[in-house]
């Protein structure tokens, strides 16, 4: 499809129409936006005013797309459910919603052969206006001597109960003037709530707390909490007892690197 035939707004509209229903959020950017701020070993071969789309999930795609996934389709065993239920779900709307497009599709847990993610997905967050990736750069007079502390990024509405699921670039759609790069919401503006969120993350990431720095209009569910605390390992097991049944006549798909599997919500 020409780059001329397609509306930017309207291609927006049509994914965000197929996937908000399954818990799903998605924001566009230019390519440019998100190679401005990376070295260029790290950025995406595509010319600076393509359109990108960053697709997060919200804390309803548990129970609107993964446990409905489970019910009717099942998972195979060789790769992370989740994943399986997140690329059934994108797979499906880019083939219904822009068939015969280029749409190269890139998920967050997946690598290319250098072993570099295909995409940087709190970069591309960030720069989408989605949300405020908070890093070690960001807090002044810093109180870590020498320790390097992982950023995270933090949804306005959502705070930490989301996660970036995956990159969607439009090879053939170019984007104008009319898309202006949102500055992302800065939930925690403070010093003092920067150390917080980052210590948190960091050092006690396990008791979920860091996501709650900001007051959500909406969290996990407790099913959804319990799938998330158990390890990734005794997930299937889990799954089994909540009546899900892998299924055993699938090849396994190995477009899911089962030692990149994120674990996280």
Request: hydrophobic share 35%; proline share 8%.
């Amino acid at each position: 499809m020409a780059a001329y035939d397609v509306n930017v707004e309207s291609v927006i509209e049509l994914l965000k129409d197929s996937v908000s229903k399954h818990g799903f959020e998605v924001y566009p950017l230019k390519v440019g936006w998100y190679n401005s701020v990376l070295p260029s070993s790290l950025s995406l071969a595509y010319p600076d005013d393509c359109l990108a789309v960053v697709v997060l999930s919200t804390p309803a795609m548990f129970e609107q797309a993964f446990l409905p996934f489970m019910e009717q389709r099942g998972c195979q065993r060789l790769s992370d459910p989740i994943d399986q239920c997140v690329k059934h779900c994108l797979s499906s709307a880019v083939s219904q919603c822009f068939p015969g497009q280029k749409v190269d599709v890139r998920y967050d847990y997946e690598l290319l052969p250098s072993r570099k993610p295909k995409f940087l997905a709190q970069t591309a967050a960030h720069v989408s206006g989605a949300a405020f990736y908070y890093q070690q750069s960001d807090v002044t007079d810093q109180p870590w001597t020498k320790k390097k502390m992982f950023g995270v990024c933090v949804h306005p509405r959502f705070g930490g109960w989301f996660a970036i699921r995956a990159l969607l670039v439009f090879g053939d759609v170019t984007v104008g003037s009319e898309l202006v790069q949102p500055v992302p919401p800065d939930c925690v503006p403070s010093r003092e709530g920067r150390i917080q969120l980052l210590e948190a993350f960091n050092l006690h990431w396990q008791d979920w707390s860091y996501r709650d720095i900001v007051h959500p209009v909406q969290t996990y569910s407790q099913k959804q909490m319990e799938y998330f605390s158990t390890p990734p390992a005794q997930r299937f097991a889990l799954l089994k007892t909540w009546g899900f049944l892998p299924r055993d006549d699938d090849e396994p798909d190995h477009s899911s690197d089962t030692q990149t599997q994120n674990g996280h919500g």
